[in-house]
């Protein structure tokens, strides 16, 4: 089994919240693995700036998901199960201009209002965010967030 830990910013600016386009055409956070020996507080700002062009600064965790993706449901089902271990801040925006990442996979990052959500392709990590603002549990932890045929992998 593979597993991922990676941090994902969850930025809200008056009633939009930001998104990052992957080269697939899929929504996501913006956000991203954690390196080798870094601190995933460190991480998700570095992944923001390095994703979107924007500066930002952590506010508060929201919480840590953890799920498992079974290799029938992954894209590349030869690489056997997953389990991906997400840790949730939430950022405010405090500098910086939107942009594509340079070399990298996000190819746009834009601000999209609330109500607008539902009705992108995108990765289930945008609903565990949006859940975990919403409620903000006193544990950190929210249910399994249904899929509904968004996409699991990021």
């Known amino acids: 089994m593979s597993r991922r830990l990676a941090a994902y910013a969850l930025c ?3 009633g939009r919240v930001l998104l990052a386009r992957h080269r697939s055409g899929n929504w996501s956070l ?28 952590v506010e508060r965790l929201l919480g840590v998901d953890s799920r ?4 029938a449901e992954r894209t590349d089902p030869s ?3 997953h389990q991906n271990i997400g840790i949730f801040y939430e950022v405010r925006v405090s500098g910086g201009r939107l942009r594509p990442e340079t070399n990298g996979e996000t190819t746009a990052s834009v601000w999209v209002p609330l109500p607008e959500v539902s009705g992108l392709r995108r990765s289930s990590l945008v609903d565990v965010g949006l859940e975990l603002v919403r409620h903000r549990p006193a544990t950190g932890h929210v249910p399994p967030v249904p899929v509904d045929g968004r996409l699991l992998d990021h």
């Open 79 to 81: 690489g056997g199960d």
């Open 68 to 71: 498992l993706i079974p290799s």
């Open 12 to 14: 809200l600016e008056n």
């Open 30 to 57: 913006p956000g991203g693995g954690v390196e080798a020996g870094e601190d995933p507080f460190d991480t998700v700002t570095r992944e923001l700036t390095e994703e979107t062009g924007l500066v930002g600064a």
